[in-house]
């Protein structure tokens, strides 16, 4: 895999695809709404695509994949914050619905690349 082109990797262009349409669905919330969940929300979404994007520009497995599993840390924190949008009624039903579509075919990706990663190394260090 050519390190350069993190941003051909499904994992990311799937971070990047979920990480806007939250902007988007929380840029219209109010300002309370905005300061609570709403920041919240974005900075774990956001996270997700920028830990893809480091771990890729180390140049070493080893870094790359600790920086892969920030990325899943901050996907269930994703998680967290839009079952916290529904439940205080912020998001209509297919803005969730599409939400958790993308959440939920990112996240068995996301874990495939961890597991494909940590093959690697053990593979090098044979």
């Known amino acids: 895999m050519n390190k350069a082109n993190f941003e051909d990797l499904q994992i990311f262009q799937l971070a990047e695809k979920l990480a806007d349409i939250i902007w988007d669905i929380v840029i219209n919330w109010n300002y309370f709404e905005k300061d609570t969940i709403g920041k919240q929300f974005t900075r774990a979404v956001d996270s997700i695509g920028a830990n893809i994007a480091e771990g890729n520009g180390r140049y070493n497995l080893q870094e790359n994949l600790r920086f892969i599993k920030i990325a899943r840390g901050s996907l269930y924190e994703t998680r967290y914050w839009l079952k916290r949008a529904d439940a205080r009624k912020l998001?209509?039903?297919?803005?969730?619905?599409?939400?958790?579509?993308?959440?939920?075919?990112?996240?068995?990706?996301?874990?495939a690349y961890l597991r494909y990663l940590d093959k690697t190394i053990k593979k090098q260090h044979k």
């Open 91 to 111: 998001l209509l039903n297919e803005q969730l619905d599409n939400l958790e579509a993308i959440i939920n075919e990112l996240s068995p990706k996301l874990n």
